[in-house]
DNA sequence: GTCTATATTGTGATAGAC
DNA sequence: GTCTATCACAATATAGAC
């Protein structure tokens, strides 16, 4: 019977590899970083994944299903748009805040292999068409400004990816490198992104 | 002398480099596929820029190049912030759209080496600081709402430089993939940013 | 399942003829 | 300046003992 306490060899390599794939892209991984980070032989990535590109893959899906939950969520409450703009933002941020190296990640993939993300964001059941209905709706309904819905999502995960992605050169033009300092200005966001797009809307 | 209209062998390399370095990255991009872009020997990369590191260098301080005089003119303008956003959108959005590949390059050297690009700025007197500065005076003149000029700038970096990273996939989902549409819906955001984030910052 | 040893191929870089 | 040949080493992957 497995020790359910004690990693097993695979999730120690899964949790390495998330590790050296997440920072370091898949041409910049290398399979010995990621044994090592394991702290096991080089072999035992070959005997649990077969391959460079299926351990990538597993790590993939991991990264790609850190946001699922959360999106869908938010997508299918029955919340107002406004209500539901102020979700999204809240629970993409904490996500990005906790996994600070997926937007790069996702981003190089998305110009790497768009069509497979596109596949598994179907698979997944995330369907903006919905939400882009929905926006459409709401604004019939609030009898507010008719943007196009697709610039506001479009705006909406920029808002909040973006900050995350450039952290690095932002943190330290903007906050001489304070890691502090960054860290409550991505937090304050939580509410100035959406208090910034409903105004924007608003106003219109 | 030397023929003004045939490109010499490290124009040439130049070129190749660019393009293979631009849409792989720096781990990504392999010295044997340049010299085939370039459609010269393998070994002319090494006798005209010596390693790969420093043919990378060259590559990439031409992408920054890209950038930095647009943004400068919009800075150093004496505009109102107001028209100020305005032109940066408009100067902005234009550069990347003729240069694609650049905002995933650009983030990944951020994330690969921020301090030599933040160095890289300062050579070049890119300084934010001033527009930060300018803002603070502007809100006080115009008796607009008092918000943090970094979320300003953060924002109108952000919606125009994430739709151009990630276009792939929102090319995708949003437009069954029509390259046409999605150059007139970016086309459209040069108009769209600038009215975004006016209109929240007078609804304040 | 895990290890050592090794095969195989890829990749940056150099030497030296022309 | 350009080419061919080749080095040195890094990286993925496999064979086979234990």
């Not at 300092?181 to 809307?201: D, M, V």
Request: some cysteine; charged content about 30%; overall charge positive.
């Amino acid at each position: 019977m497995e020790n359910r306490f004690l990693p097993s060899t695979e999730n120690k390599i899964l949790a390495a590899a998330k590790k050296v794939f997440i920072h370091k892209g898949w041409s910049g991984a290398r399979m010995h970083e990621i044994a090592e980070e394991a702290k096991i032989n080089k072999s035992l990535l070959h005997y649990y994944f077969r391959t460079k590109e299926k351990l990538f893959e597993a790590v993939f899906k991991y990264a790609f299903n850190k946001f699922v939950p959360s999106i869908k969520e938010a997508l299918n409450s029955d919340k107002s748009l406004f209500e539901k703009i102020e979700l999204i933002a809240d629970q993409y941020i904490s996500v990005l805040i906790k996994n600070q190296f997926i937007p790069l990640f996702v981003l190089h993939e998305i110009n790497r292999n768009p069509e497979r993300l596109y596949e598994l964001m179907q698979q997944a059941g995330v369907r903006p068409e919905e939400f882009f209905e929905q926006i459409q709706q709401e604004m019939r309904k609030e009898k507010i400004k008719n943007i196009d819905p697709r610039q506001l999502i479009i705006n909406l995960l920029a808002l909040c990816v973006f900050p995350i992605a450039a952290k690095p050169l932002l943190q330290r033009v903007f906050f001489e490198n304070d890691k502090r300092q960054y860290r409550q200005f991505l937090e304050a966001r939580k509410k100035e992104i959406p208090a910034f797009i409903i105004n924007s809307i608003k106003s219109g």
